[in-house]
Nanobody, 127 residues
Framework: QVQLVESGGGSVQAGGSLRLSCTTS????????MAWFRQAPGKEREGIAS???????AYGDSVEGRFTISKDDAKNTLYLQMNSLEPGDAAMYYC?????????????????????WGQGIQVTVSS
């Protein structure tokens, strides 16, 4: 059974930083297609950062240059380092993974492309 569990969320002031973690069980992160999404109240789920099978990373325009996706395959953990946080970054953040049989190249930031999801973790940014 595949499980994704996010941690590291919380409240921060604008300009601050947070690092989210997504620990997987039953799923190896090595050469896998994984991503971070977020969803604010009343808005659609937004893809913000992804890994493809080769380790290529892609970012959404709203976070490019401020957020960094990384992973530790030995720990089967995906990370999202968030710097220069803005009030507009406040949302529920989710990690997601594609089927382990999928080999993907390039950026994949559409929610429909992912089949495994964490429960989400809240990030609040105060001005």
């Amino acid at each position: 059974q595949v499980q994704l569990v996010e941690s590291g969320g919380g409240s921060v002031q604008a300009g601050g930083s947070l690092r989210l973690s997504c620990t997987t069980s039953g799923y190896s992160t090595n050469m896998r297609c994984m991503a971070w999404f977020r969803q604010a109240p009343g808005k659609e789920r937004e893809g913000i950062a992804s890994f493809d099978s080769s380790g290529y990373t892609a970012y959404g325009d709203s976070v490019e240059g401020r957020f960094t996706i990384s992973k530790d395959d030995a720990k089967n953990t995906l990370y999202l380092q968030m710097n220069s946080l803005e009030p507009g970054d406040a949302a529920m953040y989710y990690c997601a993974a594609r089927s382990p049989t999928t080999y993907c190249r390039g950026g994949y930031l559409l929610a429909s492309q992912y089949i495994y999801w964490g429960q989400g973790i809240q990030v609040t940014v105060s001005s």
